[in-house]
């Protein structure tokens, strides 16, 4: 048995059903020989694009394994892992490396040297013995503790290397659930019941522990309303009534009231991390913060107080606990009627005074109008929805009201154009009867088009909509002289041909009439299992929910 087929072995009985990848490795034959299929994309950043929109999404306990050349695949394959890092992706990075006695020599790169900073495990194999057990603490730390890139570097001569190594069959790595010390759960019960506006913030740490029916259950049996992170953007229905929206650069209205006047904030299973795409906590708030991973405790905000654990047993703790306090239960539950009365007037004016937007009928076509038509035609129950960086994820989140757990994936602390693509193929082999659409500008759809065969050859039909017109919308503002001068802003090109040529479904939609069906025609052909591409021509749109008119600022990461 070659370390090629060790590591396949291993990898099967954990739980892989894919190896994602390009352009080459020796894993990709000896998983195929045991019957696991390659998913090969165009470039090395959007196979790990693909991994964690996998990652993300999957329900079962499904391994999500990429694996790229050393060299120039690894070197191209940072961006990826960079933004699996900042989104929290539990992906198993597995590059090759150069062979043994040459990693070190300049100018070769060295896989386990330079993505320390963004994993939270980087080991290299240097002999085929310790193969089994480095593979599998690898796999345990994926499945353990604060979710993040695990890697692993494989030089490709120990992957090539026969070894007659008998390897104990281990067990599978299963997800430990640390709780919360019983005198830290009656601090956070007593600080809610007691609070007079308290709000509860979930983060990703709530998706990530499955923990949406007991979020759902302690909101509503202590009547707290509940906002989420971008990223943790589907932990709860948001056509709950206790449902705030979501937090993000742009966010619906009930955010703001509801987080300006809140006495205790509860953050649960979020990292408070201070963002430009995410809308802060006030100062002066009494913040409670609950993660799995210690370093995110008063990492960006003063907390009150900060707790260790999973998300799904810290609020099954925090129900038993409730359950035990009859008064005080009853004194919360006496507000249900009111706040969900408040909740259902703060959203409706919201979006009485969008609708104009929403059903505006002019050429170019309004991109708020896309999104209405978006949430009319889709079957959210069964959809998945994601964004690109941008006016598509400003315009998009406040509105799209996501009702299943991992129905829409958020991301936004770094904002790498054309990630979207990447994320909702991943989508679609976690969940293949699910439709999955991404919507993107036509900048991200550059960063990344070309892999749009990847959807086409690999069977993974998505849905993309590109929102065309011609300009790097908002980045004006950032440099007004160029702008002027030589039109610094201005991209140019038409897409739908491009959507075509690659194998798939694409058309052009310019009249807003003429776009609620070629959105079903779309939608029918992904479910006919085509990638489908819709190219829709609007106007540049700087007016966002949460902030009026566009900022002078743009995009740190947005490139």
Same mark, same amino acid.
């Given at each position: ?26 894993? &990709? ?63 198993? &990075? ?11 020599? *300049? ?24 193969? #089994? ?12 503790? #604060? ?14 290397? #026969?070894?007659?190594?008998? &390897? ?9 659930? !640390?709780?919360?010390?019983? =005198? ?26 499955? *923990? ?17 992170? !971008?990223?943790?953007?589907? =932990?709860?229905?948001?056509?709950? #009534?206790? =449902? ?17 006047? =809140? ?92 609708? !104009? ?40 989140? !406040? ?52 892999? &749009? ?107």
């Amino acid at each position: 048995m070659t370390g090629a087929k060790i590591v396949a072995t291993i990898l099967k009985q954990q739980g892989m059903k894919h190896i994602i990848g390009f352009p080459s490795s020796g894993l &990709f034959d000896a998983a195929a020989e045991l019957d696991i299929p390659p998913v090969i994309a165009r470039t090395p950043r959007v196979a790990v694009n693909i991994a964690e929109g996998h990652a993300r999404t999957t329900l079962s306990d499904d391994l999500s394994v990429v694996t790229v050349q050393y060299g120039p695949g690894a070197e191209s394959a940072f961006a990826g892992v960079a933004q699996a890092w900042n989104d929290r992706a539990p992906v198993l &990075f597995l590059p090759t490396g150069y062979p043994r006695g040459s990693e070190a020599v *300049a100018p070769n790169f060295e896989a386990c040297r330079n993505f320390r900073h963004i994993t939270k495990w980087c080991e290299s194999v240097s002999r085929i013995e310790d193969l #089994p057990q480095l593979l599998y603490s690898a796999i345990s730390r994926v499945r353990n503790g #604060p979710p993040a890139p695990v890697l692993l570097e494989l030089p490709v001569d120990l992957l090539e290397q #026969p070894c007659d190594l008998e &390897f104990p069959s281990f067990h599978q790595a299963r997800r430990a659930r !640390p709780q919360a010390d019983a =005198a830290e759960i009656d601090e956070i019960v007593e600080a809610l019941l007691g609070a007079r506006n308290p709000v509860i913030l979930a983060g990703q740490g709530v998706l990530s522990a499955r *923990a949406t029916k007991e979020l759902v259950e302690f909101a509503e049996l202590v009547n707290v309303p509940v906002m989420t992170t !971008p990223n943790a953007k589907s =932990a709860m229905s948001e056509r709950h #009534p206790l =449902a705030l929206g979501t937090a993000g650069r742009a966010r619906p209205a009930t955010v703001d009231r509801f987080i300006e006047r =809140a006495d205790v904030i509860l953050a649960l299973g979020s990292s408070l991390t201070r963002s430009y795409y995410i809308r802060p906590v006030p100062v002066g708030k009494r913040v409670l913060q609950v993660s799995i991973d210690p370093n995110d405790l008063g990492k960006d905000y003063p907390v009150a107080l900060g707790v260790v654990g999973d998300c799904r047993s810290v609020l099954r703790q925090m129900l038993a606990r409730v359950r035990d306090d009859a008064t005080a239960m009853a004194r919360r539950a006496g507000r249900a009627v009111e706040l969900a009365q408040e909740i259902a007037d703060c959203r409706r004016v919201f979006m009485d005074r969008w609708m !104009p937007f929403m059903k505006a009928d002019g050429s170019p076509i309004s991109p708020y109008r896309v999104v209405r038509e978006i949430m009319e035609v889709l079957d959210r129950e069964k959809a998945i929805v994601t964004h690109d960086a941008g006016n598509p994820r400003d315009q998009f989140i !406040p509105f799209y009201d996501v009702t299943e757990p991992h129905g829409y994936l958020g991301w936004g602390k770094t904002t790498q154009l054309g990630s979207s693509l990447g994320f909702a193929m991943g989508a679609k082999l976690a969940r293949p009867d699910a439709v999955v659409a991404t919507v993107m500008g036509e900048s991200a759809f550059g960063m990344v088009g070309i892999d &749009f065969e990847t959807a086409v050859r690999c069977q993974l039909p998505v849905l993309v909509i590109v929102l065309r017109n011609h300009v790097l919308g908002g980045y004006a503002a950032s440099m007004p002289i160029a702008t002027r001068k030589y039109q610094a802003n201005r991209v140019s090109g038409e897409y739908a041909p491009i959507a075509k040529a690659l194998g798939g479904h694409g058309e052009c939609v310019i009249d807003p009439e003429h776009l609620r069906e070629a959105l079903q025609r779309c939608v029918a052909t992904v479910r006919d299992g085509r990638a489908a591409l819709l190219e829709v021509v609007t106007h540049e749109e700087g007016r966002l929910p949460g902030l009026g008119v566009m900022s002078h600022l743009t995009e740190a990461h947005g490139v």
